[in-house]
């Protein structure tokens, strides 16, 4: 499975964007996509996920903040951030995890900035 990330760069506290990854490749169900981040000296953390039957995901330093959405025709998950921290600046990569069998599969990651 191969993941395209899109979307992030440099935005404002207090504005929003919105990330992309599409997926291609043998894609088997079920499955659950979705986004961790890792800022410059912490471990790798959960953003959101979304499972291929719906069930939803967030971390709780992103919960009330963020939506997940797929579209499983296009093998595409989208995650809508608003009201950015500079807390939230961070590399954003896109995971795939198949579970018959386990296959786990990452995106390059993209950054996100955001300036107070």
């Known amino acids: 499975v191969h993941l395209v990330e899109s979307g992030g760069g440099l935005v404002q506290a207090g504005g929003s964007l919105r990330l992309s990854c599409a997926a291609s490749g043998t894609i088997t169900i079920p499955y659950t996509m979705g986004w961790y981040r890792q800022a410059p000296g912490k471990e790798r953390e959960l953003v959101a996920t979304i499972s291929s039957t719906y069930i939803i995901n967030y971390g709780d330093s992103i919960k009330g903040r963020a939506a997940i959405s797929r579209d499983g025709t296009l093998n595409t998950v989208s995650l809508d951030v608003n009201s950015l921290k500079p807390e939230d600046t961070a590399v954003y990569y896109c995971?795939?995890?198949?579970?018959?069998?386990?296959?786990?599969?990452w995106g390059q990651g993209t950054q996100v900035t955001v300036s107070s």
């Open positions: 995971n795939y995890l198949a579970y018959y069998p386990v296959r786990d599969y």
